[in-house]
């Protein structure tokens, strides 16, 4: 069983920061695409960020020089370091990876429960 679970979400002020963090558990053997998705009401799921095994990232351009991914390899985490948050970030934010399992297998696009960031005054 694996599981993606993600933390650090939460009500903020317009200007400031959160850092969201996605552990992965379970049978892994090694996790390739690591991202963060984010869905507000009555849109579409998009991409914020997404990060390779190799460290090269990638941003959507709403958030380019504000938000910061990162990941640490030996705790199968990924982080999202927001800052100068705007209304317009609020959604909830989900993390997704594609996880090679121990015992052979791929979950490609695997998703975590998602958690809520709120921007406002």
């Known amino acids: 069983q694996v599981q993606l679970v993600e933390s650090g979400g939460g009500l903020v002020q317009p200007g400031g920061s959160l850092r969201l963090s996605c552990g992965a558990s379970g049978s892994i053997l090694r996790i390739n695409f690591m991202g963060w998705y984010r869905q507000a009401p009555g849109m579409q799921r998009e991409l914020v960020a997404s990060?390779?095994?190799?460290?090269?990232?990638n941003y959507a351009d709403s958030v380019k020089g504000r938000f910061t991914i990162s990941r640490d390899n030996a705790r199968n985490t990924v982080y999202l370091q927001m800052s100068s948050l705007k209304p317009e970030d609020t959604a909830v934010y989900y993390c997704?990876?594609?996880?090679?399992?121990?015992?052979?297998?791929?979950?490609?696009?695997?998703w975590g429960q998602g958690t809520q960031v709120t921007v406002s005054s």
């Open positions: 997704n990876a594609d996880i090679m399992r121990v015992g052979g297998g791929v979950l490609r696009g695997y």
């Open positions: 990060i390779s095994s190799g460290g090269s990232t």
